[in-house]
Nanobody, 116 residues
Framework: QVQLVESGGGLVQAGGSLRLSCAAS????????MGWYRQAAGKARELVAT???????VYADSAKGRFTISGDNAKKRVYLQMNSLKPEDTAVYYC??????????WGQGTQVTVSS
């Protein structure tokens, strides 16, 4: 069973930066797609950014120009660099992977809180 473990969340002031990390239990080359989603209190989970070998990188409009998704095959990690954070970015951030067998895998989430 593939596992994903997120880290790097925390409390930051508006305008600050955080780098989230997602560690996979197997090579990320085995995944068709990896990405980050977030869920704010009382809201539905939403896409932040995804990365695939076929389609490249896709960002939500709210993330464009501020967030960067990247992967490190050797370390089996996917990162989300978040700059110019806003209070509306406050949410639980989840790492997601779609395996080559079309299994949709989620991490346990990491809390990001941006204070104004």
């Amino acid at each position: 069973q593939v596992q994903l473990v997120e880290s790097g969340g925390g409390l930051v002031q508006a305008g600050g930066s955080l780098r989230l990390s997602c560690a996979a239990s197997s090579s990320i080359r085995n995944f068709n797609r990896m990405g980050w989603y977030r869920q704010a209190a009382g809201k539905a989970r939403e896409l932040v950014a995804t990365i695939t070998s076929a389609a490249g990188v896709v960002y939500a409009d709210s993330a464009k120009g501020r967030f960067t998704i990247s992967g490190d095959n050797a370390k089996k990690r996917v990162y989300l660099q978040m700059n110019s954070l806003k209070p509306e970015d406050t949410a639980v951030y989840y790492c997601n992977a779609l395996t080559m067998f079309n299994d949709n895998i989620w991490g346990q989430g990491t809390q990001v809180t941006v204070s104004s």
